[in-house]
């Protein structure tokens, strides 16, 4: 019977084990005729990073001064009962405006920032409500975000619309150079002139396409100029508009807790399908076999005497599953040896040849040292069926305040996390006690999977 300790459904390396042959729509890859430095003007990331720094200052401006209003009216009040609900309602407003925000970050830099829990009192009634929102860090935070981000928003606009426009003029020079002689009776853009009649216009062939050369320079300089202003955005955003970091783990560990009931009640359910399935039903089968015998024994000894013997390779069976199964849930010897006998065992079940190195300097609590092992038994399963491999070795060692799996192999490589497959499963209960799982596996191969736990010692 083979171990299945629910750390994975289904094939370790799932459907994306399968080398991308560029069949199909989606292994095309796009091909580009210019590199990326020469088509980042024309790409449509550029275009709307810089219509998300158009929009910032109109918005800025009304952001400010709701802000600053909000905060001098409440503060004002604060002398009367009526500046707590003012101020309040202030604060809930600037969360409203910081929707908004993430909203447009989120169509416009692709940046995907969760939004804050909502704001709960402990009671229900208006007061406790209020209480609540000035309590919460959160609309704090949307309010300073209210009042930093105008004057970045000012600058970065300024900076923006002033090389956008310069560069793009410059570079498309030659196509409107005829206006300066039809309409603005001089020859081309002026680079000098005084009262006296000294002067110097861009008016040649030569100084033209220097021109247009200069803006092309500056239409590239440009593009990544925008990038760089709006990442300082996207730290404003995801900085103070986001939920708070104390959030963010408390949802996490949330999140852990779901996923390792999960997994006990996977657990749970797989022990009692092998029980039932594996050696209940066989011992069911041996207690009707031993009936028979004991009937059989005075009129037929000989015949009873092949079933006992029968009944005995059953025994040996079930004595073998129930093994099995026990050492799926917890094996003994990881109990009385620790990780370098148990990790040893495993390696003698795989069916290539596996190197193992185990170098810890002692042994990580209990449930580290059951997680590690059940994942290089996953992983050591996934190398038998599907890896098509030759040989395999295993590493194990700590590092600072971390234990590290690492399980390579010569297969076919093609492995990924995707959904579905036992590595996905596998990374997620991983996650679930903020351990880590890596995979490197090109198509064709060698495949690397590492693994990261927290030691707790």
């Given at each position: 019977?083979?171990?299945?300790?629910?750390?994975?459904?289904?094939?370790?390396?799932?459907?994306?084990?399968?080398?991308?042959?560029?069949?199909?729509?989606?292994?095309?890859?796009?091909?580009?005729?210019?590199?990326?430095?020469?088509?980042?003007?024309?790409?449509?990331?550029?275009?709307?990073?810089?219509?998300?720094?158009?929009?910032?200052?109109?918005?800025?401006?009304?952001?400010?001064?709701?802000?600053?209003?909000?905060?001098?009216?409440?503060?004002?009040?604060?002398?009367?009962?009526?500046?707590?609900?003012?101020?309040?309602?202030?604060?809930?407003?600037?969360?409203?405006?910081?929707?908004?925000?993430?909203?447009?970050?989120?169509?416009?830099?692709?940046?995907?920032?969760?939004?804050?829990?909502?704001?709960?009192?402990?009671?229900?009634?208006?007061?406790?409500?209020?209480?609540?929102?000035l309590k919460s860090g959160v609309s704090w935070r949307h309010l300073v975000y209210g009042v930093l981000h105008f004057p970045w928003a000012i600058f970065a606009f300024i900076v923006s619309v002033t090389f956008w426009v310069t560069s793009w003029a410059l570079f498309t020079y030659p196509l409107w150079q005829w206006v300066f002689p039809r309409h603005l009776d001089q020859?081309?853009?002026?680079?000098?002139?005084?009262?006296?009649?000294?002067?110097?216009?861009?008016?040649?062939?030569?100084?033209?396409?220097?021109?247009?050369?200069?803006?092309?320079?500056?239409?590239?300089?440009?593009?990544?100029?925008?990038?760089?202003?709006?990442?300082?955005?996207?730290?404003?955003?995801?900085?103070?508009?986001?939920?708070?970091?104390?959030?963010?783990?408390?949802?996490?560990?949330?999140?852990?807790?779901g996923v390792v009931v999960d997994t006990a009640a996977a657990d749970l359910r797989r022990i009692e399908r092998d029980l039932h399935d594996g050696a209940q039903a066989r011992l069911v089968a041996l207690a009707m076999d031993l009936g028979l015998a004991k009937e059989k024994l005075a009129e037929d000894p000989e015949a009873a005497a092949r079933m006992v013997d029968e009944?005995?390779?059953?025994?040996?069976?079930?004595?073998?599953?129930?093994?099995?199964?026990?050492?799926?849930?917890?094996?003994?010897?990881?109990?009385?040896?620790?990780?370098?006998?148990?990790?040893?065992?495993?390696?003698?079940?795989?069916?290539?040849?596996?190197?193992?190195?185990?170098?810890?300097?002692?042994?990580?609590?209990?449930?580290?040292?059951?997680?590690?092992?059940?994942?290089?038994?996953?992983?050591?399963?996934?190398?038998?069926?599907?890896?098509?491999?030759?040989?395999?070795?295993?590493?194990?060692?700590?590092?600072?305040?971390?234990?590290?799996?690492?399980?390579?192999?010569?297969?076919?490589?093609?492995?990924?996390?995707?959904?579905?497959?036992?590595?996905?499963?596998?990374?997620?209960?991983?996650?679930?006690?903020?351990?880590?799982?890596?995979?490197?596996?090109?198509?064709?191969?060698?495949?690397?999977?590492?693994?990261?736990?927290?030691?707790?010692?």
């Amino acid at each position: 019977m083979a171990m299945d300790h629910g750390y994975g459904h289904g094939h370790g390396y799932g459907h994306g084990y399968e080398p991308d042959r560029g069949h199909g729509h989606g292994s095309r890859r796009r091909t580009h005729l210019l590199p990326p430095a020469l088509r980042t003007p024309i790409e449509a990331r550029t275009w709307r990073e810089f219509g998300y720094l158009l929009l910032s200052m109109p918005i800025s401006i009304v952001f400010f001064a709701y802000a600053i209003t909000t905060l001098s009216l409440g503060g004002g009040l604060l002398v009367t009962f009526l500046g707590i609900p003012v101020l309040a309602a202030g604060l809930a407003g600037c969360r409203g405006f910081g929707m908004l925000e993430r909203a447009r970050a989120r169509k416009l830099l692709a940046l995907d920032v969760a939004d804050p829990a909502p704001v709960r009192g402990k009671k229900s009634g208006m007061m406790s409500w209020v209480g609540a929102v000035l309590k919460s860090g959160v609309s704090w935070r949307h309010l300073v975000y209210g009042v930093l981000h105008f004057p970045w928003a000012i600058f970065a606009f300024i900076v923006s619309v002033t090389f956008w426009v310069t560069s793009w003029a410059l570079f498309t020079y030659p196509l409107w150079q005829w206006v300066f002689p039809r309409h603005l009776d001089q020859s081309g853009i002026s680079l000098y002139s005084d009262s006296r009649g000294n002067d110097f216009f861009l008016d040649t062939p030569f100084e033209v396409g220097v021109t247009s050369a200069v803006g092309l320079v500056l239409v590239l300089a440009t593009s990544w100029l925008i990038r760089g202003l709006v990442t300082v955005d996207r730290l404003m955003v995801s900085g103070l508009l986001g939920p708070s970091r104390l959030a963010t783990r408390v949802s996490e560990l949330e999140s852990d807790r779901g996923v390792v009931v999960d997994t006990a009640a996977a657990d749970l359910r797989r022990i009692e399908r092998d029980l039932h399935d594996g050696a209940q039903a066989r011992l069911v089968a041996l207690a009707m076999d031993l009936g028979l015998a004991k009937e059989k024994l005075a009129e037929d000894p000989e015949a009873a005497a092949r079933m006992v013997d029968e009944a005995h390779g059953e025994v040996k069976t079930a004595l073998q599953e129930l093994r099995d199964l026990a050492r799926g849930i917890h094996p003994a010897v990881l109990t009385d040896r620790g990780l370098d006998a148990a990790l040893s065992a495993i390696a003698s079940r795989c069916t290539v040849p596996v190197s193992m190195s185990v170098d810890l300097p002692s042994r990580p609590a209990a449930a580290i040292e059951g997680i590690a092992y059940f994942t290089v038994s996953e992983l050591l399963q996934n190398v038998s069926k599907h890896a098509r491999a030759r040989r395999a070795t295993v590493d194990v060692w700590q590092t600072h305040d971390r234990l590290m799996l690492q399980v390579t192999d010569d297969g076919r490589g093609g492995a990924d996390t995707s959904a579905g497959s036992g590595l996905a499963g596998l990374a997620e209960r991983l996650d679930a006690v903020d351990g880590i799982l890596v995979v490197d596996s090109p198509a064709g191969g060698p495949t690397m999977v590492t693994a990261e736990l927290p030691w707790r010692g």
